[in-house]
């Protein structure tokens, strides 16, 4: 099928010319080569360690394209921007961000590309899909495949889509990655994919550059205290993670009056998307020091050189936590996690689970509103934008109803089927998934809790759900074991001192008319 | 800047509309109510300055501005200046120079193109100039992408000579700014590994308001391109900047399919008819037509005695409130009538701060 197998001289080659990078990281030349051989593979590998050069560095060498399905639309847009500024121009997403004209310019263009990122939710659009069945493709890979599992740390409905969608592609070569799947999940993926023969790669995940510290303090301003404190001591490049967009703002007002020294900014899903590009690029590009973000920020962000990553708030559970910390020292350096936390912390990611999901109250008014109804066949699209409107549902919380009603063809392509009896078996059946889903979750949020009350090893604690051991920490290991903030000696890189110029030199800089 | 702009609205509009059509004014919205409202209260500079403006922002800018004893409420929806509010006002105009920059209803909607033109060109040429060709654009349109490219290959001979005439224009423009008004406009610009800072970050370095800190851009893209439109044979390069579309009328499309059929002869009648658009509509296109247009042919909307008519009333009563007027007059006077010569009367571009 494959007719140009090429071998590891010649990856190496394409690696170190197209990509810049002069070697492979583990896992990402196994991966590549089950590629080039069809092989459907199952990628497990820790954040940071360029899980999509797997398959962009086959995207651009294999005959056909390679279709990327990814939750993340931020991700997408920041990977196509980067492939972008190497070099590589075919290459496009196809997502809710963009506006017709847009969409309509790319689905026309649809064979110029070679690599697509799409939505789930876009690979059920009968256009686009009419399209791509028209192209050869030869490479599907799934993007954060945890997200098919229940038992994950997301879940998406539409993954459960995706078996058949590949099937009707002519059965491409599948891979499917994620950074953090448990055993279980990782046996999920393999069924509701239906790849019997699906090659496992599973790579450990624990980062052994990366100290671990929890320190409970009784209010959120010690927390600031605390932050100020470390980073008066380590001026290092960091990244603090946040609940929400106004703690965001509000700590990093604070910690620019309190650190005159570093340059602190905030970044989060509200700001336009000129503004944020902009933040980003300046962390790149060390003219910023400290980031005060959202869980919007970092995903597809390549720094190398971030030694500390705080968590102001703690996330929904373990995976984001590990995600998360994962950006830290990817170039291999000693790095530190440190999460602050005050009893009573867990209510805010209590409150996020209740909002990915609609609750039990709007399902049964959804149905109730769905019996009054007095016809039996409907549009799709008027129903839709009505719920949604009143009941203030979000996207994630749309699709999941919608598949729930598509399972017991209540919803069939653009139609509404409405029958009594249909409705009221399915809004009970949803009912009970919702529980059943919300308790996983709570599970999941006190099994964290757990680790950051537990007295052992962290990182023991930490990887043992996903994994059965670790590897010997190259610097130190966690504050239960050998870490304090006072043995730690990150390389610091000496700040250009910004000297405080008027306009026109910096105008002469920037033009590069200094002469 | 922002809090100046909206007491100087408020002297003008007063207690004659409701203030929502100040906020409409700064969004810049394309009505034959709001371009009305523009050329009526002499506010055409600020059409369209303001467009990332929310209505929770407006409204919470009002209270401030009424707890500051500044503005006092007329009725539900209306406001004026208190005394303190007038005598503040004329202080803050004379210190506010950058004020009179504004020509928004002839430029709000080129400003932003030319804006990102600039931007990403200073970039790229910045970056290649380096030999560094591995860089993330400062926005994605592609519009503007295209552009750029088109402009590359027109300059890629003689880009240093060129990148140098760009700084010497720029910085002859630059100039005629304040100190640190300058400092705002360069530290928001991108190049050779330097990335310019965020409308929130200038904000929070110079201690300006978020609104203060977009309107600073604003009123000097508008400066620069005035300029650069007026003395082209001066500024040869930054004229290459400015979309075609500012040597056009700024007309809504709908209005501009109206124009042509007037035109061709057709009467406000059949071309509803042809347009399928209620009568009304095409009275708001002629209008607005005007509006851009002063030189635009009436008689055969208004007589040229029902001309003078309603001018004189129009004098008599010292008001733009069209239903005042309407009253006062014969009713063989329409309002499309009075619509006409109230647009002919404020049509001057008439600079609202200077």
């Known amino acids: 099928m494959h007719r140009n197998k090429p071998d590891q001289m010649k990856l190496l080659s394409i690696l170190k010319n197209k990509f810049g990078y002069e070697g492979f990281r583990e896992g990402q030349l196994d991966i590549i080569k089950d590629i080039f051989h069809g092989q459907s593979v199952l990628g497990i590998l820790p954040t940071g360690t360029g899980k999509s050069l797997c398959y962009q560095l086959p995207a651009f060498s294999l005959e056909g394209i390679t279709i990327v399905v990814s939750p993340l639309v931020s991700l997408m847009v920041d990977q196509v921007k980067q492939l972008k500024a190497r070099g590589f121009k075919r290459v496009t997403a196809i997502n809710s961000l963009l506006d017709h004209n847009q969409r309509d310019y790319i689905l026309r263009h649809l064979h110029d590309y070679k690599l697509i990122y799409c939505s789930p939710e876009m690979l059920q659009n009968p256009y686009f899909f009419h399209r791509l069945k028209s192209l050869s493709v030869s490479l599907f890979v799934v993007d954060e495949a945890h997200c098919i599992s229940q038992w994950g740390h997301e879940f998406r409905t539409d993954y459960l889509k995706l078996k058949d969608r590949i099937k009707e592609l002519g059965n491409p070569a599948v891979l499917a990655l994620s950074a953090t799947a448990t055993p279980q999940v990782q046996e999920d993926i393999q069924y509701f994919l239906d790849i019997p023969d699906l090659k496992k790669r599973i790579y450990p995940m624990d980062r052994p550059n990366i100290a671990f510290a929890i320190e409970h303090v009784t209010h959120w301003q010690e927390k600031v205290g605390r932050i100020v404190q470390v980073l008066k001591q380590n001026p290092v490049p960091t990244m603090i993670y946040f609940s929400s967009r106004n703690w965001c703002e509000k700590v990093s007002e604070t910690l620019n009056q309190e650190l005159p020294d570093s340059r602190v900014a905030y970044y989060h899903g509200g700001m336009s998307s000129e503004d944020r590009l902009l933040i980003q690029q300046q962390f790149m590009n060390h003219q910023l020091d400290v980031i005060c973000c959202t869980s919007a920020f970092g995903m597809g962000v390549d720094k190398q050189d971030i030694r500390l990553v705080i968590h102001f708030h703690l996330p929904t559970q373990l995976e984001s936590f590990i995600q998360e910390v994962g950006r830290a020292g990817r170039d291999g350096k000693e790095s530190v996690s440190l999460a602050l936390y005050t009893e009573g912390d867990e209510q805010i990611p209590l409150r996020l689970i209740e909002q990915e999901l609609p609750t039990e109250r709007q399902v049964e008014q959804i149905f109730g509103d769905l019996l009054k109804i007095n016809s039996t066949s409907l549009p799709l699209k008027d129903i839709k934008e009505e719920l949604i409107a009143k009941y203030e549902l979000t996207e994630t919380q749309w699709n999941f109803l919608k598949y729930q009603l598509e399972q017991q063809k209540i919803i069939t392509g653009e139609q509404f089927h409405l029958e009594a009896d249909v409705l009221e078996n399915t809004c009970q059946r949803t009912l009970s998934l919702l529980r059943e889903r919300a308790a996983i979750k709570i599970k999941k949020l006190y099994q964290f809790i757990d680790w950051i009350k537990s007295t052992g090893c962290r990182r023991k604690d930490l990887y043992r759900p996903f994994q059965e051991s670790y590897q010997q920490p190259v610097y130190h290991c966690c504050d239960h074991c050998d870490f304090s903030f006072s043995k730690w000696n990150p390389p610091i890189q000496h700040q250009i001192e910004e000297r405080v110029e008027g306009w026109e030199v910096e105008l002469r800089k920037l033009f590069h008319q200094e002469a | ?354």
């Open chain 2, 1 to 354: 800047m922002y809090q100046t702009i909206l007491l100087a609205c408020i002297d003008r509009i007063d207690d004659e509309k409701s203030f929502s059509s100040i906020y409409h004014l700064l969004k810049g919205k394309r009505s034959a109510q709001t371009i009305q409202d523009a050329k009526a209260y002499g506010l055409s500079p600020i059409f369209g300055i303001l467009k990332s403006l929310t209505k929770n922002q407006f409204r919470n800018s009002l209270l401030k501005l009424h707890k500051d004893e500044y503005i006092e409420w007329k009725g539900e929806e209306t406001v004026s200046l208190t005394s303190t509010g007038k005598s503040y006002l004329s202080i803050r105009k004379s210190q506010e120079p950058e004020l009179a920059w504004f020509d928004g209803f002839n430029l709000h909607h080129i400003a932003p193109h030319f804006r990102l033109r600039l931007l990403l060109w200073i970039q790229t040429a910045s970056n290649l100039l380096k030999n560094h060709s591995h860089f993330i654009p400062v926005n994605d349109q592609r519009e503007v992408a295209t552009w750029v490219k088109t402009f590359y290959q027109k300059k890629k001979n003689q880009l240093d000579a060129h990148f140098a005439s760009l700084h010497e224009e720029l910085h002859q423009l630059l100039k005629l700014h304040q100190p640190f008004h300058a400092d705002i406009f360069v530290a928001t610009l991108t190049g050779f590994r330097k990335i310019g800072l965020s409308k929130q970050q200038i904000a929070e370095k110079w201690n300006l308001t978020i609104e203060d800190a977009e309107l600073y851009l604003q009123s000097s893209i508008h400066f620069i391109l005035n300029k650069v439109h007026q003395n082209q044979t001066e500024f040869p390069t930054l004229s290459e900047f400015i979309p075609h579309e500012l040597m056009q009328l700024p007309l809504t499309a709908s209005a501009g399919k109206t124009r042509k059929l007037l035109k061709q002869g057709y009467t406000i009648e059949q071309i509803s008819r042809r347009r399928n658009l209620k009568v009304n509509t095409i009275q708001d296109h002629i209008v607005e037509i005007i509006h851009v247009d002063p030189s635009y042919p009436v008689d055969s909307f208004v007589s040229a005695e029902a001309e003078q008519i309603i001018r004189n009333k129009i004098s008599e009563l010292n008001t733009k409130r069209l239903k005042v007027i309407k009253e006062q007059l014969p009713e063989s006077i329409s309002y499309f009538m009075i619509r006409i010569v109230m647009a002919k009367l404020y049509q001057s571009r008439d600079y609202a701060y200077a």
